[in-house]
């Protein structure tokens, strides 16, 4: 239940944040496609406006991701991750910060210890467009 209220929290605070900016800030590159990481996992990043969202599964873990412009070049949101094994999920804040049209780079950070993270635990990575 705890997760459920951190997450819900989480989620409406940085809806909150990007509707208020939402408005007003337009997007450098629109990043519709496919998207590949260093660690070989591939995702497809669905752009409409301001708000971005995407799937991928990586490494046992599935993962979605929400996300909405607060700048022309970054983006806030809320990462959910599933273990596929155990079906522990938990839930990170993620900031996408968009280096060129066919470049990002990802940080996340844990929001809970629901499974193999420790909450306060940062995660960061990068994609590049394929598609």
Not at 78 to 98: K, N, P, W, Y
Request: charged residues 15%.
């Amino acid at each position: 239940m705890n997760r459920v209220i951190t997450a819900s929290l989480a989620a409406l605070i940085v809806s909150v944040a990007g509707l208020a900016k939402a408005d007003t800030v337009v997007p450098k590159f629109n990043l519709t496609g496919g998207w590949n990481s260093p660690d070989g996992s591939v995702a497809e990043y669905f752009q409409d406006g301001t708000a971005l969202t995407w799937v991928v599964m990586s490494g046992g873990f599935a993962h979605t991701y929400s996300a909405r412009y607060i700048t022309p070049t970054k983006l806030e949101g809320i990462q959910h991750r599933v273990d596929r094994a155990s079906g522990c999920s938990t839930e990170m804040l993620l900031t996408l910060t968009v280096v060129g049209a066919n470049d990002v780079s990802v940080s996340a950070k844990a929001l809970d210890s629901n499974c193999d993270l420790v909450k306060g635990q940062i995660y960061t990575s990068s994609a590049y467009r394929v598609l």
